[in-house]
């Protein structure tokens, strides 16, 4: 079929078009490696906030843009813990920190080291075990356990369930699946790796800059040790994720539309049956050698061959059992991963499809890969999905917002008192604007996207205070509100209302309010909680995806509304009816709660933003006498109950209604 006129070139322009058309192009996945380095920026500002001596990257197929809604991809999380200098050389010792050599000889597996522990005041091995993380070997090094780093995450996650050295979090509604790793850091680039710094492919891939930058991103140390060694319980993983990324993020679109159809190929054909013998890592790593071994072959109108060229180095890596990663050449990604049992019926599909030409990918259901490239065959028009693609990314990149507000500050001060909730608050806006400051891109956006939420909590703390000293709000809460009103559609303007309603003030209340339901669009508006994930899996607003397709982040003041969230020290500026919010627990109920991280909210009062709206608005009505108003807000919470999918504290709703009807007898 290949020899047919025009088949290669016609299939590959109509298969590149069903790609982009599902978010596989340029403008779509630059917006998702923006979404992915703003969460790390995020990440950055949050530990910068609690003095944390740690940082977080967001690797794997979210971060490079590599991903299709229906290929379902796991976020992967690297935290790396800096509390320590790992070394290769010993010129790069420090005195008074905690000092670990990498050893990477003959009695280590390619691609892992061990990792000596030295003594802090002297750049000499250490003599004693400090502790059960650490053994002696036969030579009499003493050596540190890489099981400190699963017991690590076991204490920061609560157990789970655990994927090698990561914790996965699987099954939350509303969130992608996500695999943590801890690491530690090494400045210098491995020694492993260093041979592939001065060699150079056919196709001049890596470039001399992209090797420059790649061997100054050094590389992390992941706890785990390879299958079968006699080592396994001391060796560390090596890991290049950062320089991978590197050369991610230098790949043309045709390259990455080809590792993408490999991922659906994988998870059509060979997953469902052989699920842990080939992986996307390999599938990534056969990418890049035939990139590095190919010239100018890599271009839209020739993605078939591009793709069978791909597979069929695949093919004979699978067969030889031997499949080289990139940058740490000696190391056999597919040592004890290849099952004897399994392997020739996977050589078997592999070369079915290859075979076929082309004609496979009329089989993948991903996506709807096949319904979309037939009708691109027939010269028929494809629905494209990239404005759903930006709604995901912007709803994501709002969560996080609302997940590092939630996780990182308000839960450790949730049973503060005034004088240090303030304290605490303030500290984490000066922060973040000096961050804000001095830094550029994405970390100053991450930061003043942030800084605007602690500045309306702390306006409603110092709120709360003023109305139990003196039941008036001073001038400098209300500054403090005023600087977070416009982070979302509602939920910073829905504090001050609430304030001016707790001193009595309805008429400045119901101003705010009013403006509030005017900005509020129905059609655009999408509602944002991370307290208890119960949110259903729901299409997002068709508006609100197209919005998203043509801006980033700073359309979230207009399209998004975050839950409002109350601290105990905020609780002169809630209603009553809401109040019992924050004492919902008994003891024996205290008894069963998760991680902090996961239920530290329940100390809090919780409410999505439209229900509290139209509740303010009912009980504001009721005091200025407003009947038809009264009636149009009741009226307007018992519709958001039953019409809106995406509530995430509908109890808390209900619960405000049923006193609400109380009223009304």
Request: negative net charge; proline residues 3%; contains cysteine.
């Amino acid at each position: 079929m290949f020899q047919q006129p025009g088949y290669i070139e016609n299939v590959s322009l109509r298969l590149s078009e069903v790609l982009a058309d599902i978010g596989v192009n340029e403008r779509i996945t630059l917006k998702r490696r923006r979404a992915m380095l703003l969460v790390e920026s995020m990440y950055a500002c949050s530990y910068q906030i609690i003095d944390a001596n740690n940082f977080s990257y967001v690797f794997g197929s979210q971060s490079e843009g590599t991903t299709t809604p229906g290929l379902k991809s796991d976020t992967d999380q690297l935290m790396c813990i800096n509390n320590c200098n790992v070394i290769q050389d010993w010129a790069d010792w420090e005195p008074g920190v905690l000092n670990l050599l990498m050893i990477q000889d003959e009695t280590v597996s390619p691609g892992y080291c061990l990792l000596q522990r030295l003594r802090d005041d002297a750049p000499l091995p250490c003599n004693h075990v400090p502790d059960k993380y650490h053994c002696r070997d036969r030579t009499g090094r003493v050596l540190k356990k890489n099981i400190i780093m699963t017991d690590s995450l076991a204490v920061v996650f609560g157990g789970g369930e655990r994927h090698g050295p990561a914790y996965a979090e699987q099954g939350r509604p509303g969130t992608a699946d996500s695999d943590t790793v801890l690491a530690l850091t090494c400045k210098s680039w491995p020694l492993q790796a260093r041979q592939r710094l001065d060699w150079q492919g056919v196709g001049e891939w890596p470039s001399n800059v992209m090797k420059r930058y790649c061997s100054n991103t050094g590389c992390f140390v992941v706890g785990v040790g390879s299958k079968g060694s006699q080592n396994e319980e001391f060796e560390w993983r090596i890991s290049t994720s950062l320089a991978e990324r590197c050369l991610m993020f230098n790949l043309n679109i045709t390259q990455i539309r080809c590792y993408v159809l490999m991922k659906m190929i994988l998870k059509t054909f060979i997953k469902p049956h052989f699920e842990d013998n080939i992986s996307s890592f390999m599938c990534k790593t056969v990418l890049f050698h035939c990139i590095a071994n190919t010239s100018d072959i890599w271009r839209e109108n020739n993605l078939l061959v591009c793709l069978s060229i791909c597979l069929f180095v695949l093919y004979n890596s699978i067969l030889n059992e031997n499949c080289s990663h990139f940058l740490i050449p000696r190391n056999n990604l597919m040592r004890g991963h290849i099952s004897l049992e399994y392997k020739p019926y996977i050589l078997e599909i592999l070369l079915y499809i290859i075979n076929s030409e082309g004609r496979v990918l009329l089989e993948i259901e991903c996506d709807g890969l096949c319904a979309r490239l037939w009708l691109k065959l027939s010269y028929l028009l494809s629905f494209k999905t990239n404005d759903i693609v930006s709604g995901q990314l912007l709803h994501l990149t709002a969560r996080c917002v609302d997940q590092f507000l939630l996780e990182y500050t308000i839960i450790f001060i949730r049973n503060s008192g005034y004088a240090e909730a303030i304290q605490q608050l303030l500290k984490a806006i000066f922060k973040l604007v000096i961050t804000s400051t001095q830094c550029q891109g994405l970390d100053k956006t991450a930061s003043s996207l942030m800084a605007r939420w602690y500045c309306t909590t702390l306006g409603s703390v110092l709120a709360s205070l003023n109305i139990q000293q003196h039941n008036a709000i001073s001038a400098e809460a209300l500054t403090w509100v005023s600087l977070g009103l416009n982070t979302d559609v509602a939920s910073g303007k829905l504090k001050l209302a609430s304030m001016f309603y707790c001193i009595g003030d309805t008429q400045r209340a119901e101003i705010v309010l009013r403006d509030i339901e005017r900005s509020y669009d129905l059609n655009i508006v999408e509602p944002i909680c991370l307290c208890n994930c119960v949110i259903n899996d729901q299409a997002f607003r068709r508006e609100f995806n197209a919005i998203c397709d043509n801006h980033n982040e700073e359309v979230i003041k207009y399209t998004t509304a975050n839950c409002v969230k109350f601290l105990p020290c905020e609780i002169n500026c809630v209603p009553h009816e809401l109040r019992h919010e924050m004492f919902r627990s008994t003891q024996e109920d205290l008894a069963f709660r998760g991680l902090i991280f996961v239920d530290g909210w329940m100390d809090l009062a919780v409410v999505d933003s439209l229900p509290y709206l139209y509740f303010l608005q009912y009980k504001t009505y009721s005091s200025l006498g407003r009947q038809e108003d009264k009636q149009r807000a009741l009226s307007n919470v018992v519709r958001t109950i039953n019409q809106e999918p995406n509530l995430g504290h509908r109890e808390t709703a209900m619960n405000l209604l049923g006193q609400c009807m109380e009223k009304e007898d």
